[in-house]
């Protein structure tokens, strides 16, 4: 309970000083990002720390791979699990020890190439698997039943990327960066597994590049950039540059400098709509509510800016405001709760049945911020999906936590936590673009009920 009120105040605060962006989820924790932007949406592709992690620096609790999307790189969509360790058979423990399929979840990659969808899945300490999809949200299927890269290698986190020339490279390793080509299908190597020689430690020389792990290589005006998790520990964001996708590198310096706020750091960098985006962890929301290292991280993201000869700029550590919205939320359509851009107390849930994900654990004072809602014809009226347990209210305000209310929707008990109804209220007018609190009110402690969607008329 206290821990709850030290949220709420923090996030109080954050609110009412216009802050509130960085980390990008909230809803859960999410680690090494791996964005994807297909068509007009970027999918951000996360490992997951569970909640109940425990203390201790290294102690990963990870189960599963999420997904979430953007159009506006402010409001994310929690598309939910893609795909877990039981995608593939042979995490079993009782096949290779290890942690069965309750542990060892980490850092994916997923591309797409003749309109399907790989995902590289590090399954800790029994190699790196691959998963194909015909659409970037799953199902996926293990079309190998076994490892891609086996549990030597140094095998953990993959990035793929794909030369204009159409060949494909599979980069992974810590402390090693590794390589390999992979042919056509992506799901089968094209010759030697390669040890990087650019990146190759050598014992009692000095090592400028500081590589640990987290590879993601990528292409921009002809050059190639190797970024990676540098220095340990705290990790930064650190760079080489190559003209060749296979090296020799060479070491550029820091996208961000270590920061004794996170002990970890994983880059995956996208151009999305004009601009360019790195993005990243840290362990905000952990340290919101306890002073002990749980592995229980929170996506970041910031703005990338490149100088004239194609260097990265130095970034300071994750700014909590965050980034500019470069989209804007049609409030006259369906609009589902879990597209989030801060969420307070909040959690969200994935149903078997049609309504999908929706918003949960919601209490007394809890609530939630859409950015960007265009309301260009007005409003006269607020429509909400819900499921009620003990019932409760959604307060409609505008800009921020204390801003103007547009209405109170009453959210009556309907008996049962899965039983979807809409419920409705009148408001009053808004126009033009406007931040949109939802602030949940109802019996302090109890659970009252969930969310599934929300539109105004
Ligand atoms: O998330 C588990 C591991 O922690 C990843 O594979 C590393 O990159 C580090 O972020």
Not at 219 to 241: D, H, V
Not at 273 to 301: A, P, Q, W
Not at 319 to 347: C, F, H, M, R
Not at 408 to 437: F, M, P, Q
């Amino acid at each position: 309970m206290l821990n709850r009120l030290f949220v709420f105040v923090v996030c109080l605060f954050y609110s009412y000083a216009g802050y509130t962006q960085n980390p990008i989820i909230q809803t859960k924790y999410t680690a090494d990002p791996a964005p994807l932007v297909y068509k007009d949406t970027v999918f951000l592709y996360t490992s997951h720390d569970e909640d109940n992690s425990p203390v201790g620096q290294g102690k990963f609790l990870m189960r599963d791979w999420l997904c979430y999307t953007s159009t506006d790189m402010v409001n994310w969509t929690d598309r939910g699990t893609v795909a877990s360790l039981r995608n593939f058979e042979w995490a079993d423990k009782a096949i290779t020890g290890w942690g069965g399929f309750e542990n060892g979840a980490w850092a994916p990659h997923t591309i797409e190439r003749d309109g399907k969808f790989y995902m590289y899945c590090p399954v800790q300490g029994r190699g790196i698997g691959v998963l194909v999809a015909d659409n970037p949200l799953g199902p996926f299927i293990d079309p190998l039943g076994k490892p891609l890269i086996g549990d030597k290698y140094d095998s953990i986190d993959p990035s793929v990327f794909i030369d204009d020339d159409g060949q494909a490279y599979l980069y992974w390793g810590n402390p090693n960066l590794w390589y390999a080509k992979l042919n056509k299908d992506m799901i089968s190597l094209s010759g030697e597994i390669i040890k990087d020689a650019s990146f190759a430690k050598v014992k009692d020389q000095p090592d400028p590049f500081h590589y640990q792990e987290g590879p993601w290589a990528y292409k921009r005006n002809g050059k190639y950039y190797m970024a990676y998790a540098s220095t340990c520990c705290p990790e930064g964001i650190g760079y080489a540059m190559s003209d060749s996708p296979v090296g020799p590198w060479e070491y550029k310096g820091y996208i961000m400098p270590p920061n004794k706020k996170s002990t970890g750091n994983h880059p995956g960098i996208i151009d999305y709509k004009g601009k360019s985006y790195v993005f990243g962890f840290n362990f905000r929301l952990n340290f919101m509510i306890t002073d002990k290292h749980h592995e229980r991280r929170s996506v970041c993201v910031a703005e990338l800016r490149y100088n004239p000869d194609g260097t990265i700029q130095e970034l300071p550590w994750w700014t909590e405001e965050g980034l500019e919205e470069t989209g804007s939320i049609d409030p006259y359509v369906v609009n589902q709760a879990e597209t989030i851009a801060w969420a307070s107390g909040l959690k969200t849930a994935q149903d078997s049945s049609a309504e999908g994900i929706y918003v949960t654990q919601i209490n007394d004072g809890d609530y939630m911020k859409v950015r960007g809602v265009n309301f260009q014809r007005g409003s006269k009226a607020f429509y909400a999906n819900v499921a009620s347990l003990s019932g409760g209210s959604i307060e409609i305000r505008l800009d921020s936590l204390g801003g103007k209310l547009m209405g109170v929707c009453d959210v009556k008990t309907r008996g049962g936590l899965e039983r979807w109804k809409t419920v409705t209220a009148k408001i009053s007018k808004a126009n033009g673009t406007h931040d949109v609190y939802f602030v949940f009110k109802g019996v302090k402690g109890a659970d009252l009920f969930n969310f599934n969607w929300w539109r105004f008329s």
